[in-house]
């Protein structure tokens, strides 16, 4: 898919950077004296314009790895690096002004907050990278079938509703990568094609796209697919 022509971070070494990559990711939890490998030395890489399935069962890690590819979680071992740029173990300042720049974010809860409406959220968005466009706002809304709930606040969404809600929000800013947890969950199959389509068409303008999904339709969408078990990519 061809690129939309914003310039890449290069390397010391004269290779142009990805939009995002993972070395060897490990994240551990505790409880009591137990300890959970929620990431085995996970490595992976988004080329821009790409669009790459996460699949694994509940537990298997996907979330974490979300997470930690958006700066959001910080991994045990390993790092993370967007457009070139190290994102893991530094201050939540410079991680923040990376995610604001170039990652649009959806996780499976905790999107939204509830005192703004939803193109308050856009706007919101599209501020921490100094952009303003009514245009997208618009568009977007259209796109997730969220015309009429523009000025809903989320305790006023289905769940539904809310997912697209943060997915809009999440692509206000023009991010260079999507990270997104299950964005056409509890959708009718005909807003999720519009969803699709509407990917499709981010990807071929340049985007890295990653979404971690059981749902076989978006999966079909993907150019590459990754299966996750026990922390570990199974297949790429």
């Given at each position: 898919?061809?690129?939309?022509?914003?310039?890449?971070?290069?390397?010391?070494?004269?290779?142009?950077?990805?939009?995002?990559?993972?070395?060897?990711?490990?994240?551990?939890?505790?409880?009591?004296?137990?300890?959970?490998?929620?990431?085995?030395?996970?490595?992976?890489?988004?080329?821009?314009?790409?669009?790459?399935?996460?699949?694994?069962?509940?537990?298997?890690?996907?979330?974490?790895?979300?997470?930690?590819?958006?700066?959001?979680?910080?991994?045990?071992?390993?790092?993370?690096?967007?457009?070139?740029?190290?994102?893991?173990?530094?201050?939540?300042?410079?991680?923040?002004?990376?995610?604001?720049?170039?990652?649009?974010?959806?996780?499976?809860?905790?999107?939204?907050?509830?005192?703004?409406?939803?193109?308050?959220?856009?706007?919101?968005?599209?501020?921490?990278?100094?952009?303003?466009?009514?245009?997208?706002?618009?568009?977007?809304?259209?796109?997730?079938?969220?015309?009429?709930?523009?000025?809903?606040?989320?305790?006023?969404?289905?769940?539904?509703?809310?997912?697209r809600a943060g997915l809009a929000?999440?692509?206000?800013s023009n991010p260079r990568v999507?990270?997104?947890?299950?964005?056409?969950?509890?959708?009718?199959?005909?807003?999720?094609?519009?969803?699709?389509?509407?990917?499709?068409?981010?990807?071929?303008?340049?985007?890295?796209?990653?979404?971690?999904?059981?749902?076989?339709?978006?999966?079909?969408?993907?150019?590459?697919?990754?299966?996750?078990?026990?922390?570990?990519?199974?297949?790429?």
């Amino acid at each position: 898919m061809p690129t939309n022509g914003n310039s890449s971070q290069i390397r010391s070494n004269g290779v142009e950077a990805q939009p995002l990559e993972a070395f060897e990711l490990y994240r551990f939890f505790h409880s009591g004296d137990g300890e959970t490998a929620a990431l085995r030395g996970v490595s992976l890489r988004l080329r821009a314009g790409e669009f790459v399935a996460l699949m694994g069962p509940s537990g298997s890690g996907k979330s974490t790895l979300l997470a930690c590819l958006a700066g959001l979680d910080e991994p045990d071992g390993g790092h993370v690096e967007v457009m070139g740029l190290r994102l893991s173990r530094r201050p939540e300042a410079v991680r923040a002004a990376l995610r604001a720049r170039h990652i649009g974010i959806l996780m499976q809860s905790g999107n939204l907050f509830e005192h703004l409406t939803v193109e308050a959220h856009m706007r919101f968005q599209m501020s921490l990278s100094r952009q303003s466009s009514q245009r997208t706002i618009d568009h977007l809304l259209e796109v997730m079938g969220l015309g009429g709930q523009r000025r809903a606040r989320p305790s006023q969404l289905s769940g539904g509703e809310a997912a697209r809600a943060g997915l809009a929000v999440a692509l206000s800013s023009n991010p260079r990568v999507l990270l997104a947890d299950e964005p056409t969950a509890e959708v009718d199959a005909a807003t999720e094609t519009d969803i699709l389509n509407h990917l499709v068409e981010r990807c071929r303008a340049g985007v890295a796209v990653l979404i971690a999904t059981h749902s076989m339709a978006l999966a079909s969408y993907a150019d590459r697919l990754l299966g996750i078990q026990d922390g570990r990519l199974t297949h790429v």
